[in-house]
Structure formats: structure tokens, C-alpha cells
T-cell receptor, first 111, second 112 residues
Framework: GQQVMQIPQYQHVQEGEDFTTYCNSS?????IQWYKQRPGGHPVFLIQ?????EVKKQKRLTFQFGEAKKNSSLHITATQTTDVGTYFC???????????FGTGTRLQVFP | DGGITQSPKYLFRKEGQNVTLSCEQN?????MYWYRQDPGQGLRLIYY???????QKGDIAEGYSVSREKKESFPLTVTSAQKNPTAFYLC???????????FGDGTRLSIL
């Protein structure tokens, strides 16, 4: 069945350093969504990418959808303590439209 | 203010007991979902419903049951058959197609 893996599982950075999480699907995706879950909270939608090779930016966050629509990345420039949380990708399978959440990357930022 | 409301926030289950988690939404969304999240883990789909009076099993449906009698409501029952129910349960809803999912605040279930 479809699997969506994220690496790394954990990342600890010093405030001001950059951070990147990678998302890889075993199947081709029709779109990919990114969510952020703060400690003790629930996932909150960040962005959706639909087109092959698409790049979107939200302030210090840059999201990219791979050319083959099987992978994606989230890059945070100059991390802040408010960026702490777990970042999940969620990919919609191209054939079934079923949304599968990735395993998540937990980000810790030290001041 | 539109959103998804889950209750209770914390729930304790005794051995052999069934418990029901509530999920209500006023977003007029057709599709609703139940996920289970274990500490440090991702989200695993338990059940989902795309329309009233219809629902489908997700990846880990054993030991759980749901109903969808109203568009706004999608309660989840954790039955005594679920031997390891301790987890964080999240309910979500979405509109037509692959629109983003809106999540409730979750229910933390523990065994007494």
C-alpha cells in the first residue's frame, strides 16, 4: 500500500539555523499538504502543493513539490523558538485520492 | 465561529468498558475522519465518512466503531476489544475533494 516517509525523524537546531524536512511517497501524488502540530496541540494546515515542481513561500518557510510528484520538502530559514513542533506532510494518492500522513519530523529549537 | 469540537479532552477507560468520543463540526463539511496518534508517532486513520449514513474502515479499525447519523456528528466508540487504547485521538473534517483537513483539539484516552 501507499507509504509516506519523512526524514529526519527529529532535528535539534540552534535558533537562527536553517531546517529542512523531506517527504517521500511510494506512489505518485495528486497533491501534497503540510501541517504543523505544536506540542500538546492538533495539526494545523500550512499549505497545499498541486503542480509538478511547484515552489511556494510563506515568510521564512519554503515548500517544494518534486518534478515526479513523489516527494516534497519544507525548508525553514533562520529558525525561531516559535517554529518548535512536529511537521507532517500528507500526500493524496494520484489513483485513489486517499490522503496518507507522513511519519512527521519533530523540530526542537534552542535559544 | 466555525470549527470542530471534540469532547471530552481527557478520558479514562476501565477494563472491559466501551467509551465514546464525541466529534461535532459546524463547517458544513461532508467528510469526517478519526485518527489515532501514539507518542512521537504520526497519524493513523481509524475510520472515515464521506457522507451521512456511510463510513469506511481505515488502516486500524479493529476494536473501534463509528456512526454518521448527522452531517455534523461523527462519534467514535473505543470498544473493549481494543486492547491498547491509550493514545491521542484526533477528529478531522474536510470539504469536497482534497481540501485541507481541519482538526479538533483531540481527546487523550488512558486506561485506569
Amino acid at each position: 500500500g501507499q507509504q509516506v516517509m519523512q526524514i529526519p525523524q527529529y532535528q535539534h537546531v540552534q535558533e537562527g539555523e536553517d531546517f529542512t524536512t523531506y517527504c517521500n511517497s511510494s506512489t505518485t501524488l495528486s497533491n501534497i499538504q503540510w501541517y504543523k502540530q505544536r506540542p500538546g496541540g492538533h495539526p494545523v494546515f500550512l499549505i497545499q502543493l498541486v503542480k509538478s515542481g511547484e515552489v511556494k513561500k510563506q515568510k521564512r518557510l519554503t515548500f517544494q513539490f518534486g518534478e515526479a510528484k513523489k516527494n516534497s520538502s519544507l525548508h525553514i530559514t533562520a529558525t525561531q523558538t516559535t517554529d518548535v513542533g512536529t511537521y507532517f506532510c500528507a500526500g493524496a494518492d494520484y489513483n485513489t485520492d486517499k490522503l496518507i500522513f507522513g511519519t512527521g519530523t519533530r523540530l526542537q529549537v534552542f535559544p | 465561529d466555525g470549527g470542530i469540537t471534540q469532547s471530552p479532552k481527557y478520558l479514562f477507560r476501565k477494563e472491559g468498558q466501551n467509551v465514546t468520543l464525541s466529534c461535532e463540526q459546524n463547517l458544513n463539511h461532508d467528510a469526517m475522519y478519526w485518527y489515532r496518534q501514539d507518542p512521537g508517532q504520526g497519524l493513523r486513520l481509524i475510520y472515515y465518512s464521506q457522507i451521512v449514513n456511510d463510513f469506511q474502515k481505515g488502516d486500524i479499525a479493529e476494536g473501534y466503531s463509528v456512526s454518521r447519523e448527522k452531517k455534523e456528528s461523527f462519534p467514535l466508540t473505543v470498544t473493549s476489544a481494543q486492547k491498547n487504547p491509550t493514545a491521542f485521538y484526533l477528529c478531522a473534517s474536510t470539504g469536497w475533494g482534497n481540501q485541507p483537513q481541519h482538526f479538533g483539539d483531540g481527546t487523550r484516552l488512558s486506561i485506569l
